[in-house]
């Protein structure tokens, strides 16, 4: 089925796929215990919410300020970090980068028969993704969310602060889909990176 969208309409997309995505990378790498997560069905995939409103505060808050971003061109990526909750050690991290059509006056017809297969795709991707990374050090986990903006942007979001990249020295990189996601307007494209010592601690 075709529908017509808009840039918001674009955004909006983006914004409900990353949504989902944040709290399967949560439940798929145990950073929270599965009891504290719900299925729900969205764009016909089944995606584990965490329950906690706390978590879901937080996930919400960075989004709206993505979509915020991502309307006025202004951020490049997404990232998602893994961390040793006490030592705060980044030991994951996940990339999504976001290309945008240079016309914001742009509408364009998406079938949404496609984006649902992308939808499907990309979270068979991240489900099996369980056995090709490295287990996770048995340790209290946690995440943090980083939007990277654009090269010479200084529209820095009111009550955001800056913050380093959360880069892993010495990775090893897992990539993604060649696109995960293709509004026409927007194109989101996914990379893992991890820490190499860990596949050489668990053996694998």
Request: glycine residues 2%.
């Amino acid at each position: 089925m075709m529908q017509s969208i808009s840039l918001d309409g674009s955004v909006e997309m983006i914004s409900e796929l990353l949504t989902c995505v944040i709290h399967e990378i949560c439940f798929t790498r145990k950073i929270f215990h599965h009891s504290q997560f719900s299925i729900e069905t969205r764009n016909t995939v089944q995606v584990h919410f965490c329950c906690d409103h706390r978590v879901n505060n937080y996930i919400a808050s960075m989004v709206v300020a993505m979509m915020d971003l991502l309307r006025a061109r202004t951020v490049d990526k997404l990232v998602m970090a893994i961390l040793d909750c006490l030592t705060e050690e980044v030991l994951e991290r996940w990339q999504f980068n976001f290309n945008c059509s240079d016309d914001s006056s742009l509408q364009t017809e998406v079938d949404l028969d496609c984006i649902s297969e992308q939808w499907q795709q990309l979270f068979v991707h991240i489900r099996g993704s369980v056995n090709i990374l490295p287990l996770l050090p048995d340790c209290l986990l946690t995440f943090r969310l980083i939007l990277l903006l654009s090269s010479g942007s200084s529209c820095v979001p009111t009550g955001f602060t800056d913050t380093h990249l959360h880069s892993i020295a010495n990775s090893e990189h897992l990539m993604g889909r060649p696109v995960d996601l293709d509004t026409h307007l927007h194109t989101v494209t996914s990379s893992v990176s991890y820490r190499a010592e860990i596949l050489d601690e668990t053996g694998a």
